[in-house]
């Protein structure tokens, strides 16, 4: 009888043992899931971060564009005017030389 107790306290000791380990790697399993989840959290953070960036930098880009095609315009325009007075100033050389 006292045998007996003894053999099943071991085994009793033993199934406790290896529940321990069994939690024991339960909660490492669970920490490792943590910190994956953590990990991809923070990557989608990051990856939202650099596409509100990217469209940041593509606003200003395309104000940049708008910009610089106002500017091209006014060239354009100053450039016909200056085409205009240019063949105004021929024009009126040409009558001033007719004149002599």
Request: glycine share 4%; no cysteine; hydrophobic share 35%.
């Amino acid at each position: 009888s006292a045998r007996k107790k003894r053999e099943d306290d071991a085994a009793d000791a033993a199934r406790k043992q290896q529940g321990a380990k069994s939690v024991a790697t339960l909660q490492r399993a669970a920490e490792k899931e943590r910190k994956r989840k953590a990990a991809q959290e923070a990557q989608q953070q990051l990856d939202n971060m650099s596409a509100e960036a990217q469209r940041a930098m593509i606003e200003e880009q395309l104000r940049m564009i708008s910009g610089l095609e106002q500017e091209l315009g006014k060239a354009d325009v100053d450039a016909v005017k200056a085409e205009e007075v240019g063949a105004r100033l021929l024009r009126l050389h040409e009558t001033v030389k007719e004149r002599e």
